[in-house]
């Protein structure tokens, strides 16, 4: 039964999350909250791996999660799961492109779906600001402002962000070069493990 689960929750995951691998974070974290699958800590960590590996971050994350859950059976019905829309969406507009390329109503459609797709990536990256910045669960136990913040996150965060944008050596370095050094430093000093 666990791979049914799976299945539905990824096929419904993969036809509704418009707008890429950032749009499905929302999908992951009610699947978090009704499953009990895996905690937001998980799922940020998630995050970080399936950023930091080839391929699309949906896809990579619906094999990471489903490998948690049910191993790598699970992992490969998760990912079937989440791609399963799409190929049947693409099969089907393949078939009548040409009457969709020329259709109003269809552009239409897809001039709307913008926002939304907008919509869902933003909240999507404020959901991963939020986790990895803030620490509610230690603000919860000390009730000390100042242990609200993960300060060592936000340094991080900062310096990034200064190398990529400000600096002249650094910034033009390849992205992949930016992903191996945040990835070597939440190793180092234990970011993330939750």
Same mark, same amino acid.
């Given at each position: 039964?666990?791979?049914?689960?799976?299945f539905?929750?990824?096929l419904?995951?993969?036809?509704?999350?418009v707008?890429?691998?950032?749009?499905t974070l929302?999908?992951?974290?009610?699947?978090?909250?009704?499953?009990?699958?895996?905690?937001?800590?998980?799922?940020?960590?998630?995050?970080a791996?399936?950023e930091?590996?080839?391929g699309?971050?949906?896809?990579?994350?619906?094999?990471?999660?489903?490998?948690?859950?049910?191993? =790598?059976p699970?992992? @490969?019905i %998760?990912t079937?799961g989440?791609? $399963?829309?799409?190929?049947?969406?693409?099969?089907i507009? !393949?078939?009548?492109?040409?009457?969709?390329?020329?259709?109003?109503?269809?552009?239409?459609?897809?001039?709307?779906?913008?926002?939304?797709s907008?919509?869902?990536i933003?909240?999507?990256?404020?959901?991963?600001?939020?986790?990895?910045?803030?620490?509610?669960?230690?603000?919860?136990?000390?009730?000390?402002f100042?242990?609200?913040?993960?300060?060592?996150?936000?340094?991080?965060? =900062?310096?990034?962000? @200064?190398? %990529?944008?400000?600096?002249?050596? $650094?910034?033009?370095?390849?992205?992949?070069?930016f992903i !191996?050094?945040?990835?070597l430093?939440?190793?180092?000093?234990?970011?993330?493990?939750?």
């Amino acid at each position: 039964m666990i791979y049914l689960r799976l299945f539905y929750e990824f096929l419904q995951t993969g036809l509704f999350a418009v707008g890429g691998g950032l749009a499905t974070l929302p999908f992951l974290y009610d699947i978090s909250d009704r499953t009990g699958w895996f905690s937001y800590g998980q799922l940020a960590d998630m995050i970080a791996i399936s950023e930091s590996t080839p391929g699309a971050i949906g896809v990579n994350m619906a094999t990471y999660s489903g490998n948690m859950v049910a191993g =790598i059976p699970g992992g @490969i019905i %998760a990912t079937l799961g989440l791609i $399963t829309p799409s190929i049947v969406i693409i099969v089907i507009v !393949a078939h009548f492109l040409n009457k969709f390329k020329t259709n109003e109503g269809v552009q239409g459609v897809f001039y709307g779906l913008r926002p939304a797709s907008t919509a869902l990536i933003a909240a999507a990256g404020f959901s991963v600001v939020l986790i990895d910045l803030v620490d509610f669960d230690l603000f919860r136990q000390t009730g000390s402002f100042i242990q609200l913040m993960n300060w060592r996150a936000l340094f991080l965060a =900062i310096v990034l962000y @200064i190398l %990529a944008n400000h600096i002249r050596a $650094t910034k033009q370095l390849h992205p992949v070069i930016f992903i !191996a050094f945040a990835a070597l430093v939440g190793i180092i000093f234990n970011f993330g493990l939750n």
